[in-house]
T-cell receptor, first 110, second 117 residues
Framework: GDSVTQMEGPVTLSEEAFLTINCTYTATGYPSLFWYVQYPGEGLQLLLKATKADDKGSNKGFEATYRKETTSFHLEKGSVQVSDSAVYFCALKSSYKLIFGSGTRLLVRP | SQTIHQWPATLVQPVGSPLSLECTVEGTSNPNLYWYRQAAGRGLQLLFYSVGIGQISSEVPQNLSASRPQDRQFILSSKKLLLSDSGFYLC????????????????FGPGTRLLVL
């Protein structure tokens, strides 16, 4: 069945460092891909999405490109801030449900 | 704009007690509605989804049930809670007619943290 694999955390960075969180997927058909962010004690917020191959989703300085040839959707940000500390979930959707990765915790230190 | 509400925010219940969690959506009509559960340190798992009033599909067999008595109201229930029911319960909605389009985005509520003792 469909599945999503994320790099294990926690990822600890200093402020203004470059961020990459790896995400790969297995799916039949043509899924859409999403990144959600969960701040401490809160629900999930949509961060960005891409609906077809080679699409780039972007929001708040974060970017991810839908790579069909490598089945990947890595999340990147050029300069992280302390306020980016959260858990990031990669997910795919090929029908009615979202299939999530296990999440990657990011901790940004001042 | 659309808003999704969940309550209560936090709940501590003894084993064997009943459960009722409520989710409501404002600012849209005929949304598709979903219940997900996030167990400690793990990803999210879809429990139920609904494409209309009275229409509930279950993803995993368990002692939980869901109901949709009104267009924008989704309720998660249990007659007798188990320890394994502890977790973070998230309600989500999406626009559209069937919910099955890959492009449809799901938007999540603030969640209910349930601890069963």
């Amino acid at each position: 069945g469909d599945s999503v694999t994320q790099m294990e955390g926690p990822v600890t960075l200093s402020e203004e460092a470059f961020l990459t969180i790896n995400c790969t997927y297995t799916a039949t058909g043509y899924p859409s891909l999403f990144w959600y962010v969960q701040y401490p004690g809160e629900g999930l917020q949509l961060l960005l999405k891409a609906t077809k191959a080679d699409d780039k989703g972007s929001n708040k300085g974060f970017e991810a490109t839908y790579r069909k040839e490598t089945t990947s959707f890595h999340l990147e940000k050029g300069s992280v801030q302390v306020s980016d500390s959260a858990v990031y979930f990669c997910a795919l959707k090929s029908s009615y449900k979202l299939i999530f990765g296990s999440g990657t915790r990011l901790l940004v230190r001042p | 704009s659309q808003t999704i509400h969940q309550w209560p925010a936090t709940l501590v219940q003894p084993v064997g007690s009943p459960l009722s969690l409520e989710c409501t959506v404002e600012g849209t009509s005929n949304p598709n509605l979903y219940w997900y559960r996030q167990a400690a340190g793990r990803g999210l798992q879809l429990l139920f989804y609904s494409v209309g009033i009275g229409q509930i599909s279950s993803e995993v067999p368990q002692n939980l049930s869901a109901s949709r008595p009104q267009d924008r109201q989704f309720i998660l229930s249990s007659k007798k809670l188990l320890l394994s029911d502890s977790g973070f319960y998230l309600c989500a909605w999406s626009p559209g007619t069937s919910g099955s389009s890959p492009q449809e985005t799901q938007y999540f509520g603030p969640g209910t943290r349930l601890l069963v003792l």
